[in-house]
């Protein structure tokens, strides 16, 4: 863009400009039947939704909270009349004046505010809508409010199952508002009948009435004096998201409703009784350690959870810790915080921004690094409850990884995921994950597989090493590791690309990369859930290894997801081959993979059995292995076990085994091993394959099968 035509757009975006646009638009809204126009505006969005008009659904959306914010805050004219569509067309083009200007007066101030990059990725937040997907909106609202029947009780006389089931009726509702066949015509209902916040959630009137403003109540949004009236910025529908009108209070929109209605019935409640604040603070806290807890633990079946715990430091102070999570040789750490993010906007209140981001996302990542810092020092430590009763000790040495997670209970997740790419603080917290408990829940609905789930993690904590690296979504992250699983080393590449010309200030931005899941998750238990970066036959391998036990199926997937795609589609053709030569031998066969130029990588030793051929058994796989040990004179080596099944992996077993098992095995038949493999050996150490050895036709197989080379390795090759 030329310095000419970003003059011209600065011009055109004074704040008189577009002080006048936004005045125009309210000027001309008052004159019209409030209820009318909005039933007018969504017989526009069903047919935009119909034909798939995407950018006349978000103009029409943003119109209808707009025309909300606008009743909500000014009275409108008593003798208001209906519009007609000659009418509509030309409000609408107003409404789109001064919602581009305000968003492009936005956009300009976030450049502006590019040196202090944490306004910046605060602005982002302000302005995006539908923070979580409409599928679990209401479920975290939900269980997040489970332990505050008693308030609810005694401030609106509700039980919680009745509050819950409105919740859900009104997210079922508000979700499909777009689709609803009843909105086509005008004529078709009325709007009380449609909207109403009553009839959808038959809560009582108090408590819908402390969520709705009337017409003209709410004072600032009108009433300051800098960006008086302005999209995007402190609208009043981030303050209560219903509006009344008549003797209905209605409901218009999944992102006015939910991104901000957790903190809109904290508010309500809170502010009916002094002593509402401390109880729902109790009671807030307990359920937010719990629903972490249980999120953390979904996807790793088997895992213990400890909530609540307290710990000392070497200098004797105990120190609270809201949880952690074992699951074999892994330990999760997390902190939750859940107070507020500043309902201020970053344009009339930055100080506000940069306390939040202290608060809710700094303050825990200081508190899991303390923790980490003094497991790590001590090599041991004991979680007590708050009593001081010991629950559980922890040893350093037991876990091979450690994940940290900072858990905010808004819907902060832009700001959250580009905190760990602000170069300021990248190198504080390298190793833990600032979330919002709205990414933490699609995670948890996302993987059903443990063994993916934590390979994933794995991957995602390389990002922040990345510099020059920006996100603002933490699902792209999610949807990067489907398409790659390597996605870092490509964003490795690409840094040095930026390294290599340092005059210029290039960042590399991860963007627009969870769409499979944006449309998995909007379209929940309907659609294809959208698949990881492997073959069938690898996944399966996978899957399978989820349903075992033991610390060396972890390392063992490890391995196989950070192999390249040449390693994993060569297990399933090995598999094949040793099938079809004890078909032919009768005889227990294996074949052994590795990771060419890795250094670190443990070969695997593949054996198979089908549904009625068991070859392999525990004793032979493990005497092969250890021979295979000392004749390749290596540490370590996997023995995989699968089970196929019409050419399909039915189960999979594995174990890591280590010099130490020589001793478990008959010296004879360990002779015998090691005789049998040393060709196979001879290959691998020379990295060569062994359908490239030069060996005579009509000679023994240098693989061990037994048959001759030209009807076995030869034949496949």
């Not at 209906?82 to 009418?87: C, F, G, K, L, Q």
């Not at 997390?334 to 921004?353: C, I, M, Q, W």
């Not at 490509?490 to 969870?514: A, N, S």
């Not at 073959?535 to 390249?564: E, M, S, T, W």
Request: charged share 30%.
């Amino acid at each position: 863009m030329t310095d000419d035509i970003l003059e011209k757009i600065k011009e055109q975006n004074k704040e008189e400009t577009i002080n006048a646009k936004v005045d125009a638009f309210i000027s001309a809204l008052k004159q019209y039947d409030f209820l009318h126009l909005i039933k007018v505006l969504f017989r526009e969005l069903y047919r935009a939704a119909k034909t798939e008009n995407v950018e006349r659904v978000d103009e029409l959306r943003w119109t209808i909270g707009y025309a909300q914010a606008i009743y909500s805050a000014t009275i409108f004219s008593e003798d208001a009349k209906p519009i007609n569509d000659n009418e509509l067309k030309s409000l609408l083009e107003l409404a789109n004046d001064a919602i581009d200007a305000s968003r492009v007066h936005g956009t300009l101030n976030r450049s502006k505010n590019y040196n202090d990059t944490l306004l910046f990725y605060a602005k982002q937040y302000e302005i995006c809508e539908n923070k979580t997907y409409p599928c679990f909106a209401h479920w975290i609202i939900g269980n997040l409010m489970s332990h505050q029947e008693s308030l609810l009780r005694k401030t609106y006389g509700i039980t919680f199952e009745e509050f819950k089931s409105g919740l859900e009726n009104l997210s079922v509702f508000v979700e499909r508002i777009m689709h609803n066949e009843a909105t086509k015509s005008t004529d078709a209902l009325s709007p009380s009948e449609l909207f109403s916040v009553k009839k959808i959630t038959h809560w009582p009137d108090e408590l819908i009435d402390d969520l709705t403003f009337n017409n003209g109540e709410e004072k600032t949004f009108l009433g300051r004096e800098k960006y008086k009236g302005w999209f995007d910025i402190e609208m009043p529908t981030s303050k209560r998201p219903f509006v009344k009108a008549g003797n209905e209070s209605f409901v218009f929109s999944h992102s006015i409703c939910f991104d901000n209605l957790y903190r809109n019935l904290k508010k309500a409640i809170c502010s009916k009784y002094p002593s509402n604040q401390k109880e729902w603070n109790i009671n807030q806290s307990k359920a937010s350690e719990e629903l972490a807890a249980w999120l953390l633990a979904k996807p790793l079946p088997g895992s213990k959870t400890f909530t609540n715990n307290f710990y000392k430091e070497s200098k004797g102070n105990w120190i609270e810790n809201d949880g952690i999570l074992i699951f074999e040789n892994v330990l999760f750490l997390f902190e939750v915080k859940a107070g507020s993010y500043t309902p201020r906007s970053v344009d009339l209140d930055p100080e506000s921004h940069k306390k939040s981001v202290k608060d809710l996302i700094r303050a825990p990542l200081e508190q899991c690094e303390r923790f980490i810092n003094t497991l790590t020092k001590n090599r041991t430590l004991t979680i007590y409850t708050k009593q001081h009763e010991a629950k559980i000790t922890l040893e350093r040495d037991d876990f091979n990884w450690v994940f940290q997670f900072a858990i905010a209970l808004d819907p902060i997740g832009e700001l959250a995921t580009s905190y760990n790419t602000l170069s300021d603080f990248r190198n504080d917290f390298k190793e833990t994950f600032p979330l919002s408990i709205y990414d933490l829940t699609t995670y948890s609905f996302f993987f059903d597989s443990p063994l993916f789930f934590l390979h994933f993690l794995k991957e995602r904590l390389k990002s922040i090493d990345i510099e020059k690296f920006v996100n603002d979504d933490e699902l792209n992250y999610l949807g990067s590791y489907l398409s790659n699983r390597h996605f870092n080393c490509r964003l490795h590449e690409l840094h040095k690309e930026v390294e290599q010309d340092i005059k210029k200030t290039y960042h590399v931005w991860l963007t627009d990369m969870c769409q499979d899941i944006d449309e998995y998750f909007d379209n929940y238990m309907r659609t294809e859930k959208p698949k990881f970066d492997v073959p069938d036959f690898v996944n399966d391998i996978i899957l399978c290894l989820d349903k075992q036990q033991g610390k060396d199926r972890i390392k063992l997937a490890f391995h196989l997801l950070d192999g390249d795609r040449n390693l994993l589609e060569g297990i399933e053709e090995s598999s094949k081959q040793i099938i079809q030569r004890q078909k032919v031998t009768k005889k227990f066969e294996g074949k052994i993979s590795y990771l060419k130029g890795h250094k670190d990588f443990t070969p695997i030793q593949i054996y198979c059995n089908t549904s009625t051929e068991n070859y392999a058994t525990d004793e032979k796989m493990l005497g092969c292995s250890v021979a295979m040990l000392e004749t390749l004179n290596i540490k370590q080596i996997y023995y995989l076990l699968l089970t196929i099944d019409e050419g399909k992996v039915i189960d999979a077993k594995c174990k890591l085994v280590s010099n130490s098992d020589k001793y478990k095995i008959n010296p004879l038949e360990y002779a015998t091993y090691v005789r049998r493999i040393k060709t196979t050996a001879s290959d691998f150490q020379n990295n060569s394959a062994l359908s490239k050895a030069k060996v005579s036709r009509n000679a023994p197989c240098p693989c061990g099968s037994g048959m001759k080379y030209k009807r076995c390795c030869n034949k496949e090759k």
